[in-house]
């Protein structure tokens, strides 16, 4: 079927995604939507499946870079980790805008798809920024570093170079429990993403999750329970206030932070 009949469909990756909105490019008017295969198909919707090739999806990447200029691509990719429902949709057609009309594209916010991908993109990027302080990295048993995380946005390959670059000597990784992916990180070397990443624990917890803290070093257990003794002791219970808290660090973050008890 060609793709122009109907939905170009993808299996979530961001180089699926490219090699669906290239397969889009190729098409006859009017283009074709592209989606993500797990988003439920209407009753008479006709879709075309698009396999995952990074070699194709690289050479999109570049062909578009060299037309719109790369800061629009970090753009594009921006809006693609967000998450946000339909962005997928919207940058295939501002992809389209970019191949034809180049950076300026972006600049037309009165353009609803535009004004989507920018706020998808912003919305990746403030989360990005703000895990770059929020990562808390726990000893392991072997001498590892470890800092699981569970952002809304897909940011890893957002802060990844961040990390990398800041702990340059350290062997560490940082993963992301939802998506099952993690920053790995070797002293001396360029970072890699990766994918099905799991924490080879010796006990797990209920439900059969490994247990990280199963695998922590006698030294960081000793220094979580002196911060957390610390962070009681300082503490003014009268002047106690959650909501305070909250409007400076968001509740769903405070699972990753030792001080952060239950109420």
Same mark, same amino acid.
């Given at each position: 079927? =060609?793709?122009?009949?109907?939905?170009?469909? %993808?299996?979530?990756?961001?180089?699926?995604?490219?090699?669906?909105?290239?397969?889009?490019? =190729?098409?006859?008017?009017?283009?074709?939507?592209?989606?993500?295969?797990? @988003?439920?198909? !209407?009753?008479?919707? *006709?879709?075309?499946?698009?396999?995952?090739?990074?070699?194709?999806?690289?050479?999109?990447?570049?062909?578009?870079? =060299?037309? *719109?200029?790369?800061?629009?691509?970090?753009?594009?990719?921006?809006?693609?980790?967000?998450?946000?429902?339909?962005?997928?949709?919207?940058?295939?057609?501002?992809?389209?805008?970019?191949?034809?009309?180049?950076?300026?594209?972006?600049?037309?916010?009165?353009?609803?798809? @535009?004004?989507?991908?920018?706020?998808?993109?912003?919305?990746?990027?403030?989360?990005?920024?703000?895990?770059?302080?929020? @990562?808390?990295?726990?000893?392991?048993?072997?001498?590892?570093? %470890?800092?699981?995380?569970?952002?809304?946005?897909?940011?890893?390959?957002?802060?990844?170079?961040?990390?990398?670059?800041?702990?340059?000597?350290?062997?560490?990784?940082?993963?992301?429990?939802?998506?099952?992916?993690?920053?790995?990180?070797?002293?001396?070397?360029?970072?890699?993403? @990766?994918?099905?990443?799991?924490?080879?624990?010796?006990? !797990?917890?209920?439900?059969?999750?490994?247990?990280?803290?199963?695998?922590?070093?006698?030294?960081?257990?000793?220094?979580?329970?002196?911060?957390?003794? %610390?962070?009681?002791?300082?503490?003014?219970?009268?002047?106690? =206030?959650?909501?305070?808290?909250?409007?400076?660090?968001?509740?769903?973050?405070?699972?990753?932070? !030792?001080?952060?008890?239950?109420?």
């Amino acid at each position: 079927m =060609n793709g122009a009949e109907g939905t170009i469909v %993808y299996h979530g990756s961001f180089p699926g995604f490219l090699c669906a909105c290239a397969e889009a490019l =190729n098409s006859r008017e009017p283009a074709p939507r592209v989606l993500d295969a797990r @988003v439920e198909p !209407t009753l008479f919707e *006709a879709r075309f499946q698009v396999a995952r090739d990074d070699e194709r999806a690289a050479a999109l990447w570049d062909r578009i870079s =060299n037309r *719109a200029g790369s800061q629009a691509m970090v753009t594009v990719l921006e809006a693609f980790l967000s998450g946000m429902p339909g962005a997928d949709a919207s940058l295939a057609t501002v992809l389209r805008k970019l191949w034809r009309k180049g950076a300026k594209a972006l600049d037309d916010l009165s353009d609803g798809d @535009v004004l989507a991908v920018e706020k998808a993109a912003l919305r990746a990027r403030q989360e990005g920024h703000k895990f770059c302080g929020l @990562v808390r990295f726990s000893k392991l048993s072997d001498g590892s570093w %470890y800092a699981p995380v569970e952002p809304s946005c897909d940011v890893l390959p957002l802060i990844a170079e961040h990390f990398s670059t800041r702990f340059s000597s350290m062997r560490f990784a940082i993963h992301d429990l939802a998506r099952g992916s993690a920053i790995i990180h070797e002293a001396g070397r360029p970072c890699s993403l @990766v994918e099905g990443f799991h924490l080879d624990a010796a006990t !797990t917890q209920d439900g059969g999750r490994p247990d990280p803290e199963a695998e922590l070093s006698r030294g960081e257990k000793e220094i979580r329970a002196l911060w957390s003794l %610390y962070f009681r002791a300082i503490a003014i219970e009268p002047r106690r =206030n959650r909501r305070l808290q909250m409007s400076h660090m968001p509740r769903k973050y405070w699972s990753r932070l !030792t001080e952060m008890g239950p109420d």
